[in-house]
């Protein structure tokens, strides 16, 4: 086999790297290989061996690393969304456990109303929690994100309908956000958030 027959099997060889190990180590690699061929008299069998050897246990590490890169990158991403909403579902929390804590001071909710602002006071808190949770990364963050949202899902069904003590700015908050909220861990479980829900 000649030199250049050589070089050109080697170049199919370091198609089993990554492209992006290739673009950066491909040319040096070539030139490696050249060197290699040009030192040795004919390269045979066993150099031929030796180079596949090299190739078979060294592209796997590779792709497995750009991989590995490529998975660090977007969780990266999902970080920082992650604290995004965990910073929204904090404050979010606490104007509606605030403004239901107004509410109960203020008087007038004996029975059921009374007991849906309790409830939204114990609500704003879970959704504080799960804010917490998703700040810390926790595992049980996506868990506690859906049953904060959900449980203010009905509880606004069910204020609306009983008593609507609730502002319209409030209201607002306790659908939207919680809507928000779901669709972020539902759509957020293949893209990096703990896989617990």
Known sequence: MTPRHAERAYALLLRAYPPAFRARYGRE????????VRDSDTPGMGFWIGIIADVARSAPAQHADALRARRHANTRVEDGRMKTMGVLAVLIGLVQAVNAIVELNAG??????????????????????AGVALLAGAASAPT???IAA????????LVRTIHP???????????????????YVWL???????RTV
């Open 29 to 36: 690699m070539a030139l490696a290989f050249r060197a290699l």
């Open 108 to 129: 007038g909710t004996a029975g059921w109303p009374g007991l849906f602002v309790a409830m939204a006071i114990v609500l704003g808190l879970l959704l504080v929690i």
């Open 144 to 146: 506690l994100a859906q």
């Open 150 to 157: 959900v449980c203010w899902l009905v509880l606004v069904v």
């Open 165 to 183: 003590w609730m502002s319209n700015l409030s209201t607002l908050l306790a659908v939207v956000f919680p809507i928000a909220l779901l669709a």
């Open 188 to 194: 957020g479980r293949g893209r990096g958030m703990p």
